[in-house]
């Protein structure tokens, strides 16, 4: 008497038909994704790989010394060390190219969406509940696409991670660019800005703090997907803590989760820092 009546949408059959449809259609635009994307995360792997380990920590110490304090820089240069002494120095590496290559994504999709977002009310209101869609969907869903577009490996993480981690940095943008004291922009206007000068030389400036907020977001969401991006065969210390589960291994479980925790804290005070001297500078 209270079961629900027979009635079925198959909505999920259509989507699937849709993501067909896209794989077919558009074969060589993810083919063309693919080779940029593992291109990418093969160079910045191959670049870090091949600096000498006391390099790297001495660039994570002169980081963590101009943004925050000197004893920012030895601590996070303590961390870095101490990953290392893990034996998770490579997978450590690919995780921060992963990290990069996302994130350079994001902001090269994000912040331009963002601007054209601040300016255009109608876009704005097509895209918000996409984006909310996109931050509230459980992020394991979003393995499925990136399989079977990509299949298995790091740029079916990135993909994954992009998804997961573009949102905040458009939002923050978009905040920002409305958020310019309108008395700024009727100044510029006297003196016979257009547009792009305005945009260039006001807008964003002023605008830069809360945008750097918003890199810092999406990078730290970024970092929330190693170990899920993980189950599409992604490699660096997200991997390590999935063989640690599968084997029970606690030791590997712990120093793979603690690692991920020191480049959490590292990656969140320098972008932090970097926003702090923007807004400094505009004060």
Do not use: H
């Not at 002494?85 to 994000?110: N, P, Q, Y």
């Not at 996409?130 to 394991?140: I, K, R």
């Not at 190693?226 to 029970?248: C, H």
């Amino acid at each position: 008497m209270g079961s629900f009546p027979e009635i079925r949408t198959n909505l999920g059959d259509y989507v699937k038909q849709f993501v067909d449809f896209l794989d077919t259609t558009l074969e060589g635009l993810f083919e063309f994704i693919f080779f940029i994307s593992s291109r990418t995360i093969n160079f910045i792997d191959d670049v870090l790989v091949t600096l000498p380990w006391w390099s790297f920590i001495l660039l994570i110490f002169l980081l963590g010394w101009y943004f925050k304090s000197i004893f920012a820089g030895i601590l996070y240069g303590f961390f870095v060390f101490l990953i290392g002494s893990f034996g998770l120095w490579e997978d450590m590496m690919t995780t921060i190219a992963i990290i990069l290559a996302a994130v350079i994504i994001c902001l090269i999709i994000g912040i331009p969406v963002g601007i054209w977002m601040a300016f255009n009310k109608g876009f704005s209101n097509v895209m918000r509940p996409l984006l909310d869609a996109m931050q509230t969907m459980p992020s394991f869903v979003y393995l499925i696409p990136a399989i079977f577009f990509f299949g298995l490996g790091n740029v079916s993480a990135i993909f994954a991670t992009l998804i997961y981690a573009l949102p905040p940095v458009i939002r923050l943008t978009e905040l920002a660019i409305r958020g310019v004291d309108k008395e700024v922009i009727e100044s510029a206007q006297s003196f016979g800005s257009s547009r792009g000068q305005m945009l260039r030389k006001v807008q964003l400036p002023q605008a830069m703090p809360t945008i750097m907020a918003g890199v810092n977001q999406t990078t730290m969401m970024a970092l929330a997907m190693v170990v899920i991006a993980s189950m599409v065969g992604a490699k660096g210390l997200g991997e390590q803590v999935l063989v640690s589960i599968n084997r029970i291994d606690i030791a590997l479980g712990f120093e793979a989760g603690i690692s991920i925790v020191f480049l959490a804290i590292i990656i969140d005070r320098i972008t932090n820092g970097i926003a702090a001297k923007f807004q400094r500078g505009i004060n």
